[in-house]
């Protein structure tokens, strides 16, 4: 049982990994339904004044945000290996953000839960990664806490304890 739940963390790494760069073809090859996804936000960004906001050269962009998948991504899988565990912490923190942004333009913009016909099937990948994510965050909450520790020094020039 305690292998099995040594292996949780890689589990969790590859399926991440997995369901963001599957997502990789939709968004840099601008696909149909990553422009209809993303044209439906920023007509509703419109519709409050941030116009352009999630247009192709916007700051929340099909590829602004792939960008941030693909280093979420590759840092879960770079996390594997020993040495790089902390990568881990670092790639759920991105999968989160990113993931409870996914979760909310779905729940409270005009996009819902459906935007392709594909029986929510997109929204339930984001609320899977994003479960998924937050358990990888339980997991290596002791390296998060070192990256914070390390974080902190440096930029105050203190010690955190």
Not at 18 to 46: C, H, M, V
Request: glycine content about 10%; hydrophobic content about 55%; charged content about 10%.
């Amino acid at each position: 049982m305690k292998r099995i739940l040594g292996l949780a963390p890689h589990a969790i790494a590859i399926f991440a990994a997995a369901i963001f760069l599957d997502s990789l073809r939709y968004k840099f090859t601008n696909a149909p339904e990553t422009q209809e996804i993303f044209g439906r936000l920023d007509g509703w960004a419109a519709s409050l004044g941030a116009e352009g906001l999630f247009a192709q050269t916007g700051l929340f962009s099909q590829y602004v945000i792939g960008t941030a998948e693909l280093f979420a991504s590759a840092l879960y899988l770079i996390g594997i290996i020993p040495v790089f565990r902390r990568f881990q912490a670092v790639a759920a923190l991105i999968a989160t953000a990113v993931m409870s942004g996914a979760i909310s333009f779905h729940l409270f913009t005009p996009l819902g839960v459906d935007p392709n016909n594909d029986g929510g099937g997109l929204f339930m990948a984001a609320c899977v990664v994003w479960a998924t994510s937050i358990i990888m965050l339980i997991i290596r909450r002791k390296e998060l806490a070192a990256i914070g520790g390390g974080l902190f020094q440096t930029f105050l020039g203190k010690t955190s304890s």
